[in-house]
């Protein structure tokens, strides 16, 4: 555990001396700060049409489904093109100036090298993410929006930023170079993300299929206040999958 901290620390220290970890963090909170507010003035353009949708028999408008769920929704798109910039230089920098080799030979294990450098960019992700928070806690302050969404949705985010970091970290163990390790990231982030469209078209089972390996999906439950089981193993089976690839990527390195 020590090792692991200690691994941590040198990385978070390297994220904050540098404007990475303060433009990805900015960056961030602007852009959910610009689609909330988008959000939020859509939703009080369909409070005014709300009379009329109940005399046709429809229902008013919802604040947790026209904001909150939006707001979660489009974070996941921004962390897709986010993550890889916190994750490109996490191995193929360190591989690239030969520091890598010193990290190697110490008395540290790949799997603490591996758990280190993962925590680090997980504390740099719920920085980003609590810092985001505060547009739907002003949401509770001065609206009525049902809390227990919220802070399922805000879970089921956190996961799957975690989810995408592992894979952005396991691409970054297949090479050196962290321009290639971020654009790869990227494409690979991307396709998890719009992998449920064939779905329609496929149908049968290789339709479940996509639906089930799509984030998209999976972030549908924790979005409306239930936290399933299908869902939360979904995220930590690709937290777990992304580890593991690292780990192996590295071992192979090791033994050149």
Do not use: H
């Not at 360190?94 to 080799?101: D, I, N, V, Y």
């Not at 990290?103 to 810092?131: D, R, Y």
């Not at 991307?190 to 078209?201: D, G, M, N, T």
């Amino acid at each position: 555990m020590r090792n692991i901290w200690a691994i941590c620390k040198r990385e978070l220290l390297s994220f904050f001396v540098s404007p990475i970890a303060y433009f990805v963090i900015t960056g961030f909170t602007l852009l959910v700060g610009f689609f909330f507010f988008n959000y939020l003035s859509y939703f009080q353009r369909a409070q005014q049409m709300a009379p009329m949708l109940e005399m046709r028999g429809g229902e008013a408008p919802n604040l947790n489904q026209y904001v909150i769920e939006g707001v979660f929704q489009t974070m996941v798109v921004i962390l897709v093109f986010l993550i890889p910039l916190l994750t490109m230089r996490t191995i193929a920098e360190e591989k690239r100036k030969g520091t890598f080799e010193l990290l190697i030979t110490s008395p540290v294990s790949v799997g603490e090298i591996v758990l280190g450098k993962f925590a680090s960019i997980a504390i740099v992700l719920l920085a980003m993410l609590s810092a985001a928070l505060i547009f739907p806690a002003l949401l509770v302050e001065f609206g009525n929006p049902e809390v227990p969404p919220i802070l399922s949705g805000f879970l089921g985010v956190l996961l799957c930023s975690l989810g995408f970091a592992s894979i952005g970290m396991a691409v970054s163990s297949f090479t050196e170079n962290q321009v290639v390790a971020g654009v790869a990231s990227m494409v690979t982030l991307l396709l998890l993300y719009v992998i449920q469209a064939p779905a329609e078209s496929l149908g049968g089972t290789w339709a479940e299929v996509f639906q089930y390996i799509s984030p998209i999906e999976q972030l549908q439950d924790p979005l409306r206040g239930v936290l399933s089981l299908k869902s939360m193993s979904y995220f930590l089976s690709m937290i777990l999958l992304g580890l593991f690839l690292s780990r192996r990527a590295l071992e192979a390195y090791r033994w050149r």
